[in-house]
């Protein structure tokens, strides 16, 4: 991994160059106008010397699940690997509220784009730009809620996972992480997600599926 990674993704969607970084003393080497996501577990606020002064925006855990390893997948919603199908439906449901992503809790990102990350985020699937597998529950042709997945080597990432808000809370995300689990144990050996210290909900379901956590992490945002 390079030590300063470009950002398309929010270059893009807000015009302003956007890296993400680990290495702090790579930082003096961006030239302005740019937005920075710092991701360490250094608490920024307490170093001393530190000029930059970036803003806190969350603190994040990162889960993993050995999928070699037997577990009991359950299933209380139908769930189906797709292609490029339901894309109306999709786009629909990542534009409903989230309130825990970083970009949602940063209130200098321009409003549109806070406000519609996650559909362009998937917009990006369907361009061929993003993602390697997609998931979706489904009853009868209605999609009850979706999951995005990035293959990396041997492993699996959770890239992007959502319920409509009709089907929250009824077992939507646990089936849909189930049956990726079921579909991809024999070709990867983990499944990562990530999620903030906040997202209460997100983090009982993964402990609930098994996951466990691996590594954590301060996320801070700089804007020059």
Same mark, same amino acid.
């Given at each position: 991994?390079?030590?300063?990674?470009?950002?398309?993704?929010?270059?893009?969607?807000?015009?302003?160059?956007?890296?993400?970084?680990?290495?702090?003393?790579?930082?003096?080497?961006?030239?302005?106008?740019?937005?920075?996501?710092?991701?360490?577990?250094?608490?920024?606020?307490?170093?001393?010397?530190?000029?930059?002064?970036?803003?806190?925006?969350?603190?994040?855990?990162?889960?993993?699940?050995?999928?070699?390893?037997?577990?009991?997948?359950?299933?209380?919603?139908?769930?189906?690997?797709? /292609?490029?199908?339901?894309?109306?439906?999709?786009?629909?449901?990542?534009?409903?509220?989230?309130?825990?992503?970083?970009?949602?809790?940063?209130?200098?990102?321009?409003?549109?784009?806070?406000?519609?990350?996650?559909?362009?985020?998937?917009?990006?699937?369907?361009?061929?730009?993003?993602?390697?597998?997609?998931?979706?529950?489904?009853?009868?042709?209605?999609?009850?809620?979706?999951?995005?997945?990035?293959?990396?080597?041997?492993?699996?990432?959770?890239?992007?996972?959502?319920?409509?808000?009709?089907?929250?809370?009824?077992?939507?995300?646990?089936?849909?992480?189930?049956?990726?689990?079921?579909?991809?144990?024999?070709?990867?050996?983990?499944?990562?997600?990530?999620?903030?210290?906040?997202?209460?909900?997100?983090? /009982?379901?993964?402990?609930?599926?098994?996951?466990?956590?691996?590594?954590?992490?301060?996320?801070?945002?700089?804007?020059?």
């Amino acid at each position: 991994m390079k030590k300063i990674n470009i950002d398309n993704f929010t270059s893009v969607n807000t015009k302003i160059k956007s890296f993400i970084t680990t290495d702090l003393v790579e930082i003096k080497k961006l030239k302005k106008p740019f937005f920075l996501t710092i991701k360490t577990k250094i608490n920024l606020s307490k170093r001393s010397g530190f000029k930059l002064k970036p803003s806190f925006i969350s603190k994040n855990i990162i889960f993993s699940k050995n999928l070699k390893k037997k577990s009991t997948n359950i299933f209380l919603h139908d769930c189906k690997l797709v /292609k490029r199908e339901f894309k109306k439906q999709i786009i629909n449901i990542a534009k409903e509220k989230t309130s825990n992503s970083r970009f949602v809790k940063d209130k200098k990102i321009p409003e549109n784009f806070r406000k519609n990350f996650r559909a362009l985020w998937m917009e990006n699937y369907f361009k061929n730009k993003r993602g390697d597998y997609l998931i979706v529950a489904l009853k009868k042709e209605i999609v009850k809620g979706f999951l995005l997945l990035i293959s990396n080597k041997k492993n699996l990432h959770i890239d992007l996972i959502a319920t409509k808000k009709k089907y929250q809370r009824q077992g939507v995300g646990e089936s849909l992480i189930n049956f990726a689990t079921y579909k991809f144990s024999k070709k990867f050996n983990y499944i990562v997600a990530g999620t903030q210290y906040d997202n209460i909900s997100a983090i /009982k379901l993964y402990k609930k599926l098994g996951f466990k956590i691996v590594d954590r992490h301060n996320v801070y945002h700089f804007h020059k």
